[in-house]
């Protein structure tokens, strides 16, 4: 394989700051058009057509409802290429390219080209030319003339294929043929070919089984995320009155105004700030804590320290609901229930987990001891010494840490529930205790999209972490391990 060069990871720099700048732009004009939306008075009714002005644009609600839809497909697209593209170019691994790189960079030439980002399509496309002149020491037409050809081979070969697996297949049952065809085989040899085509069958019926068994499994999970959105995107008018529900929406007939509503109305946009704020703030404590904690029981030596982890291990046998009891008699005491200060009652009592601890002593115990001895000897503390081997080296696992701590803050629900008013709520018990209707009494009815959209704002966040950080995440439970 060939070097990657400087000047191709500048080249490569430069178009991901140019996308970098119009997914900038891209974020900047969906929020002025979803600022712009104007709230119906009442969200049960049929939608009507209505100006909304922006920019001193009048514009109709299906166009607006056109223009954001464009703008966040344009966002999903671009903003993992982004990403995509530091990681690149920060990558210290990254240094090798073959035939696939230059494809890879005609296919980002083509994103970038499709959705009118010339200056990265032609940044692109004379880093593809310069990768191919190196790796293949070809150009564009010469690859596409070859791709062709490999292309038309490959068919080729593919239809061998089916013509020879035809003929085995048909010789199963031709039995008259097959006796005449195999007269001068020996026994064994007819044992052998009965074999193959035996193995060739059992292979393609598994191969078969397996992708439709996966298809059906990624369906099965797909399709409840999907209908989540589409009804989300659909006003409550056609939901009570549409007796044949479409698993399609209209790019015009998509209700962002629905978030809108449930952000600036119901107030969701607060609740998620309450959630932000309680999750960053306990990932900080919680992970600041299990550090300090991990290391001194896996590395230092003070009288007591095995017996002290046995009783900490001991307390995760406890019920979770004997802990919430004391707890809330505590912070009760203490008076942040449901006060200004319930953000402490949120906060403090999960600033340690003794589940964490474990977790990072385990990863922790795997650097070898005589690491930490020659440390030392050369003069290093301790607290050097975590800095700048022990938290590194377990990066990972801390990463995985931090995480599932922002997670839990975010799913927090029975805690929240107890402790926090209504100006502290955050958002898991907002989406549960927030009036979902409209009327009163016995006209009261459920509006079942905004609803849906709540539960979008949830669920969509936790989806995109989930994604991004699964390397992270499946990494740090690998490393963790079972030692000590």
Not at 285 to 295: D, H, P, Q, R, S
Request: with cysteine; proline share 3%.
């Amino acid at each position: 394989m060939k070097r990657i060069t400087k000047s191709m990871k500048v080249l490569d720099l430069l178009a991901t700051l140019f996308e970098l700048v119009l997914a900038i732009v891209g974020l900047v004009m969906f929020f002025v058009f979803f600022n712009a939306l104007q709230l119906p008075e009442r969200m049960d009714l049929p939608v009507e057509q209505v100006e909304h002005v922006v920019m001193g644009m009048t514009i109709m609600t299906a166009e607006m409802n056109l223009i954001i839809g464009s703008l966040i497909a344009y966002l999903i697209v671009f903003i993992p290429l982004v990403f995509m593209g530091f990681k690149r170019f920060f990558d210290k691994e990254n240094i090798e390219i073959d035939v696939w790189s230059y494809r890879n960079q005609y296919l980002l030439a083509f994103f970038d080209l499709i959705t009118l980002n010339i200056v990265s399509a032609v940044i692109r496309f004379l880093l593809a030319q310069e990768i191919s002149l190196t790796v293949v020491e070809h150009g564009f037409i010469e690859s596409v003339k070859k791709t062709f050809i490999r292309m038309k081979e490959r068919f080729v070969k593919l239809g061998q294929g089916f013509v020879i697996l035809y003929k085995k297949t048909a010789n199963l049952f031709l039995k008259e043929e097959k006796k005449y065809k195999f007269t001068q085989l020996s026994k064994e040899q007819e044992d052998i070919e009965k074999l193959n085509r035996s193995a060739l069958i059992v292979k393609v019926i598994r191969l078969v089984a397996t992708y439709t068994f996966l298809t059906l499994m990624a369906l099965f999970i797909f399709i409840p995320f999907y209908w989540m959105i589409i009804t989300a995107l659909k006003d409550n008018y056609t939901l009570v009155n549409d007796m044949s529900p479409s698993f399609f929406v209209d790019p015009r007939e998509m209700q962002w105004v629905n978030f809108k509503y449930v952000l600036e109305e119901l107030q969701f946009g607060t609740y998620i700030k309450n959630t932000l704020f309680v999750g960053v703030t306990t990932m900080l404590g919680t992970t600041t804590i299990t550090i300090l904690a991990a290391f001194a029981f896996s590395r230092l030596d003070w009288k007591g320290r095995d017996f002290i982890f046995s009783i900490l291990l001991a307390t995760m046998m406890i019920p979770g609901e004997l802990y919430t009891i004391t707890n809330y008699v505590t912070v009760s005491n203490l008076g942040w229930v449901k006060t200004d200060k319930s953000f402490y009652a949120l906060i403090l009592p999960f600033l340690t987990s003794v589940f964490y601890i474990f977790f990072l002593r385990q990863s922790f115990k795997q650097i070898p001891d005589t690491l930490y001895r020659a440390a030392r000897v050369d003069g290093c503390t301790d607290f050097k010494y975590l800095t700048r081997v022990m938290i590194p080296v377990a990066a990972p696992t801390i990463i995985t840490i931090v995480i599932l701590s922002v997670l839990g803050a975010w799913d927090a629900y029975i805690w929240p529930q107890l402790v926090a008013g209504k100006d502290h709520w955050l958002i898991s018990v907002a989406l549960r205790n927030e009036g979902f209707t409209v009327g009163t009494g016995s006209d009261a009815r459920p509006l079942t999209n905004l609803q849906v959209a709540a539960s979008a704002l949830v669920t969509v966040p936790l989806l995109i972490v989930f994604f991004t950080f699964k390397k992270y995440i499946v990494t740090g439970v690998g490393r963790s391990g079972t030692k000590g």
